[in-house]
């Protein structure tokens, strides 16, 4: 079955996604384009961002660690998990094109009844961009902060990125692997963690991005890596950056994996910069998949940290 194939409220879990019993919710764009997000759990809201190329099966553990005390609200990037994937032609794959995105989504969620204030910003990888911009536009609205192995500044190494997001961002060869052989994908579910991951985990990673048009946006979600003013992106990353400082008053907890070969101690250095408060949790032997590498950990923290902050 196509991962576009899943409409209205049916399951989207079952064998093919282990440990994602979740309904399905769709809300469709004025583009046209259906977005698919997860909606779980009864109590203050959660909103969780994932990043490339994940979905929101990275979310599945803490969704079902916190259901019992927040609704839990994960959406799929367009383009990403099980949203719509359309090409060049329909959709714009740019940062602002994500925030806006959320933003959409946000206000469809409130008018489906849940709350404009209080909610909780959890962020990972992309998410993290994307999240802190859309956050720092309506700044009240965000009660506290959860932050897994992102950013929203810009790169504090300046234009130096790894080298394998450098060929999938700036060479033809890196975005012919990514569409023909899905290396972005499946090479992070073995590459962005320590842990290896049961085999069935590392087909559910990879699932949604099952043909070459299907995982276009990977491939746009790494060339958009804005690393200097003549990037699309880059002003609005500069802009979120010089903003973020309006929520170091907020509750605030890092949790980060030390072995990750993208966002590593110069991120993480940038968040105790800016968040000196932070509870931090650091994670030695965890990768950028730190909620794989250490979710053991993590879930019962973070749920310890909503309780506490209320």
């Not at 030695?284 to 998949?289: C, D, I, M, S, T």
């Amino acid at each position: 079955m196509s991962p576009n194939a899943a409409r209205g409220g049916t399951a989207a879990g079952g064998e093919r996604y282990p440990d994602y019993p979740f309904a399905s919710h769709w809300f469709e764009h004025p583009n046209g384009l259906r977005q698919h997000y997860v909606d779980h759990g009864t109590g203050a809201p959660v909103l969780m961002l994932h990043g490339n190329p994940t979905w929101s099966y990275y979310w599945r553990r803490l969704i079902l660690g916190l259901a019992d005390r927040a609704r839990c609200i994960a959406p799929d990037h367009i383009g990403m998990g099980l949203s719509d994937k359309p090409d060049d032609r329909r959709y714009g794959f740019r940062l602002a094109d994500r925030v806006e995105d959320l933003e959409r989504l946000f206000q469809h969620l409130v008018a489906q009844g849940l709350p404009e204030r209080g909610w909780t910003l959890v962020v990972h990888d992309w998410g993290g961009m994307i999240g802190g911009a859309w956050a720092i536009a309506n700044p009240g609205r965000i009660a506290r902060l959860v932050v897994l192995n992102t950013a929203a500044f810009p790169n504090p190494k300046g234009a130096r990125i790894p080298l394998a997001l450098r060929l999938g961002r700036d060479s033809a060869l890196g975005a012919f692997l990514i569409r023909r052989f899905n290396a972005f994908a499946a090479g992070a579910t073995r590459l962005a963690v320590m842990r290896p991951l049961p085999a069935d985990v590392r087909a559910a990673y990879v699932a949604p991005f099952d043909t070459s048009a299907n995982r276009l946006a990977t491939l746009r979600f790494v060339q958009d890596i804005p690393l200097g003013p003549s990037d699309p992106g880059y002003d609005l990353v500069v802009a979120t950056g010089e903003r973020l400082g309006v929520f170091a008053d907020r509750p605030t907890q890092i949790h980060w994996g030390r072995r990750d070969f993208v966002f590593d101690d110069a991120f993480l250095a940038e968040w105790k910069r800016r968040f000196p408060a932070a509870e931090i949790h650091e994670y030695p032997n965890a990768g950028h998949y730190v909620l794989e590498d250490a979710h053991e950990h993590i879930v019962p923290r973070v749920r310890a940290f909503l309780a506490a902050a209320r």
